[in-house]
């Protein structure tokens, strides 16, 4: 069975930065594409980065280029995603995701490709 459970999340002024880790257990780290994907009250989940197996290409939102980065770390099993300059409208409920291990997904951005999903850390900017 597989677990993602997030953290690092909190409530930060405008202009800061956050860390957030995903810890993944029960699939295999290394071959699987991962995610981070967001919801806003009242918004749709939306994508916000993935890293994609094999190869490790980055994809991001529009919104979040040059101020987040995705990485993970196969030894600790761990995604992150380092935002830095964080803006009130990046307030969301913070997911990460996992697409099936060694599964190729040719579209990394889109949610229907991911079979497991954390339960959500909050983020929260204030201006």
């Known amino acids: 069975q597989v677990h993602l459970v997030e953290s690092g999340g909190g409530l930060v002024q405008a202009g800061a930065s956050l860390s957030l880790s995903c810890a993944i257990s029960?699939?295999?780290?290394?071959?699987?594409?991962m995610g981070w994907f967001r919801q806003a009250p009242g918004k749709e989940r939306e994508f916000v980065a993935a890293?994609?197996?094999?190869?490790?290409?980055?994809y991001y939102a529009d919104s979040v280029k040059g101020r987040f980065a995705i990485s993970r770390d196969s030894d600790k099993h761990t995604l992150y995603l380092q935002m830095d300059g964080l803006r009130p409208e990046d307030t969301a409920v913070y997911y990460c995701a996992a697409a099936p291990t060694g599964r190729y997904v040719s579209t990394p951005a889109q949610s229907r490709d991911y079979d497991s999903w954390g339960q959500g850390t909050q983020v929260t900017v204030s201006s």
């Open positions: 029960g699939r295999t780290f290394s071959t699987t594409t």
């Open positions: 890293i994609r197996w094999p190869g490790s290409l980055r």
